[in-house]
């Protein structure tokens, strides 16, 4: 069973930074693309970056130079640095497996950011 448990999210200011990270089980971490999304209240949820098992790596145009995603296959644990905050990036967090067609795994927790001075 695959479990992802994120962590690291808080309340800061606009501005600030945060980094997130999430704890992958029940998978071959190495093997597999990676997915941060978010969903913000009221909303729909949202891809915001990706890496592949090669490490190649995509942001969404709304966090482009100031979001940066990784990974430790290692440690099975995928990050996303998050630095210049803005209100609008408050959302919760969610981490994921991203198989072929787009299909996602069950949805972890998830991790809540919240931007506000």
């Known amino acids: 069973q695959v479990q992802f448990v994120e962590s690291g999210g808080g309340l800061v200011q606009p501005g600030g930074s945060l980094r997130l990270s999430c704890v992958v089980s029940?998978?071959?971490?190495?093997?597999?693309?990676m997915v941060w999304y978010r969903e913000a209240p009221g909303g729909q949820r949202h891809l915001v970056a990706r890496?592949?098992?090669?490490?190649?790596?995509m942001t969404a145009d709304s966090v482009k130079d100031r979001f940066t995603i990784s990974r430790d296959n290692a440690a099975s644990t995928l990050y996303l640095q998050m630095v210049n905050l803005k209100p609008e990036d408050t959302a919760v967090y969610y981490c994921?497996?991203?198989?072929?067609?787009?299909?996602?795994?069950?949805w972890g927790r998830g991790t809540q950011v919240t931007v506000s001075s």
């Open positions: 994921n497996i991203e198989l072929s067609g787009g299909r996602l795994f069950p």
């Open positions: 890496v592949t098992s090669d490490g190649d790596t």
């Open positions: 029940g998978s071959i971490f190495s093997r597999r693309d």
